[in-house]
């Protein structure tokens, strides 16, 4: 616990003060900016920036040249630096018991320049990886130009307060008759798409994914056929190229893109998706050329109900009739019956899709019914989908079956 001073002692509403450590760590940590405030000839000074918390010591970012840095050498530079988490807005009956459900720190003391190489080493690779576990390994270190031009101050947490609410509506019980909606809307802060530079050409690495559970995870899976990897915006001129077939697009649910461009906004809305948790996106690779032939993803995941379905499948005209979307099938089948124990796996196909409907069957998928008028199809027309499934029984014959199939299909060049 942190001792209470003049300075962190609440004057009002100290039900929501309190001066946990562990408390006040938390809400650091996931913050990722603060405002930092100290006073330059005599005038009251506010800067956001960034922060990282080691130990119980905070490091502030900053520019060897700006005002708050240039005070802080010496003696140090007494400050006073908040951070706050906005939870929720809370909306009551009346306008005056509106309010909202906070999670904040407040930190008082001086603020000394950080002067060790190796203390400011390590301060801006903490600072690196708060943004993305691993990422100070995965870029360039700062070079001797750079570190000469970036300063940190280090602040000790030893007079520290936390304020917080959370809850529902508190207003007057003769407010509860009032014909107005009352209650709490979350908020939360949540990570967009990953827009790559130009000329990227890597992945988007793992910190920057979504974390759902095990069945939303695009691990790697890997054959003598194909290579299955996460589906990212850089695969996407490759994708057009593959499948500039009008047949390969002839049954699916978008028409064939005319452009790399629009290619990679429908490979964006698989990732839109995937950030949503409705599906996981891999792109297909030949495992012999490392080309990129195609897409298929897992949707419709219900972990709850160990139920996935298969689909959204795109493959090259030159690699149908290979091992490649079979042995694609048999390892997202093992993952899917294997390592997440689903006790069901389905497929959906249009009813149009006579080539498709044959290839699921030899998967040893037993169809189901019709869903009518289930979905638009690009031209406007109402699709008939045919559904297919596979049970966690009948899975150990599909596999052998499955199998048999690969071992008369030799990976080809």
């Known amino acids: 616990m942190y001792a209470p001073t003049a300075r962190t002692t609440a004057s009002r509403s100290r039900e929501r003060m309190s001066y946990d450590r562990d408390a006040a760590h938390a809400v650091l940590d996931e913050a990722y900016h603060c405002a930092l405030g100290f006073t330059v000839d005599g005038e009251p000074r506010v800067l956001p920036t960034l922060h990282v918390r080691l130990g119980d010591t905070l490091y502030l970012h900053g520019s060897t040249g700006s005002r708050p840095l240039l005070a802080a050498r010496g003696e140090g530079l007494p400050v006073c630096v908040a951070v706050t988490l906005l939870d929720g807005l809370v ?7 509106h309010s909202a459900n906070y999670r904040s720190v407040i930190a008082h003391g001086t603020a000394r320049l950080v002067t060790d190489a190796a203390e400011k080493a390590e301060v801006l690779t903490a600072l690196v990886d708060k943004v993305g576990p691993g990422r100070a390994a995965d870029s360039r270190p700062p070079n001797r130009r750079e570190l000469a031009e970036t300063a940190v101050l280090a602040l000790p947490l030893t007079e520290v307060s936390v304020r917080a609410r959370a809850g529902g509506v508190n207003e007057d019980p003769a407010d ?9 809307l979350p908020l939360r802060l949540t990570a967009g798409l990953p827009e790559p530079d130009l000329g990227v050409t890597v992945p988007v690495p793992p910190y920057l994914r979504p974390v759902h559970t095990p069945w939303h995870e695009p691990v790697v899976l890997g054959g003598e056929h194909v290579l299955l990897e996460p589906l990212d915006l850089t695969h996407a001129e490759d994708l057009f190229g593959a499948t500039a077939d009008p047949q390969v697009w002839q049954h699916l649910g978008a028409p064939q893109p005319v452009t790399v461009d629009e290619l990679r906004t429908a490979v964006g809305a698989y990732l839109a998706a995937g950030r949503r948790g409705e599906q996981v996106p891999w792109v297909q690779r030949c495992a012999v050329t490392g080309a990129v032939v195609g897409t298929t993803s897992y949707y419709e995941i219900d972990p709850e109900r160990r139920s996935v379905a298969v689909g959204h499948t795109i493959l090259g005209r030159p690699w149908w009739r290979t091992g490649i979307n079979t042995e694609a099938k048999l390892l997202l089948l093992e993952r899917a019956f294997g390592e997440l124990e689903a006790v069901r796996v389905v497929w959906h196909t249009d009813i149009r899709n006579e080539r498709s409907q044959r ?17 638009l199809r690009p031209d406007g027309s109402w699709r008939d989908t045919v559904q297919y499934s596979m049970t966690v029984e009948e899975w150990p014959n599909a596999q052998v079956r499955l199998r048999e199939m690969l071992r008369a299909q030799a990976p080809s060049a």
Do not use: N
């Open 359 to 375: 290839a699921i069957e030899r998967l040893g998928a037993t169809r189901e019914g019709v869903l009518r008028k289930h979905r």
């Open 91 to 97: 909306y009551a009956r009346s306008q005056f018991h």
């Open 176 to 184: 509860h008759a009032l014909p107005h909606w009352a209650g709490v």
